[in-house]
């Protein structure tokens, strides 16, 4: 007899897919025949896609209810840790690169990211409830930039990188080796960012310029 198939021929769920039935019956209860449907069937590509990377021998550490990792890249051999209710939304992918072991990329609680691309030599922090667009942020150089750039044996410059809370990084925008992002400030669209930022401003363009403060009476939405 088949695994998975009773004597009279009807095959049997896997643990997975019947912890997402049970569920998707919840969330029928809630939202409707299709919107359960799509809830269920989205569950089980993040758990495999969950699963594949840890068969691949990822470094990931998961947090609790995040979503979309169907649309999530783990490349590297560093760490990559993921917090509570993060969110990788439709659209290209979110790729995530660790260059070296000791590279660490930290999402906190509650992050929200599509298509944005983080390459870490030693390490990007990224703060709870931050909205990432279609980004790059690398916090290294990857070689010299003297004369001797093709030496393989001279390294590029690496340095931390840092994004406060409820930062919204837009599409198209560069975050660079040693930058701070203050909580809640804005990167416009294409803007390019080389040096640190402080909380509550809005920043765009090459080079980079603020050109707004945000208003610190109203209260930031955590999700």
Avoid at 77 to 100: A, E, K, N, Q, Y
Avoid at 139 to 153: A, E, K, L, V, Y
Avoid at 165 to 174: F, L
Wanted: aromatic share 4%; with cysteine.
């Amino acid at each position: 007899m088949r695994r998975g198939v009773s004597a009279v021929g009807d095959e049997r769920p896997s643990r997975l897919e019947a912890s997402v039935a049970g569920r998707a019956l919840g969330y029928l209860k809630r939202k409707g025949p299709v919107d359960a449907v799509r809830a269920a069937r989205s569950r089980i590509r993040d758990r495999r896609g969950a699963a594949s990377l840890q068969r691949e021998g990822q470094r990931v550490e998961w947090g609790q209810d995040v979503r979309g990792i169907a649309r999530l890249v783990i490349r590297g051999p560093g760490l990559v840790v993921v917090g509570d209710r993060c969110v990788f939304r439709d659209g290209p992918r979110t790729i995530l690169h660790t260059l070296s072991p000791d590279a660490v990329i930290r999402l906190g609680p509650g992050c929200s990211l599509v298509g944005t691309a983080i390459t870490a030599a030693t390490g990007v922090s990224v703060g709870a409830g931050a909205l990432l667009g279609q980004a790059y942020i690398s916090d290294t150089d990857f070689h010299s930039i003297q004369r001797n750039r093709r030496d393989p044996t001279v390294p590029g410059l690496s340095a931390p990188i840092e994004l406060g809370a409820n930062v919204w990084v837009a599409t198209g925008a560069n975050i660079y080796k040693g930058v701070t992002v203050g909580d809640h400030s804005v990167i416009g669209a294409q803007a390019v960012v080389r040096q640190s930022v402080p909380p509550d401003v809005v920043v765009i363009g090459n080079p980079q310029q603020i050109v707004g403060h945000l208003d610190p009476d109203i209260e930031p939405y955590w999700p």
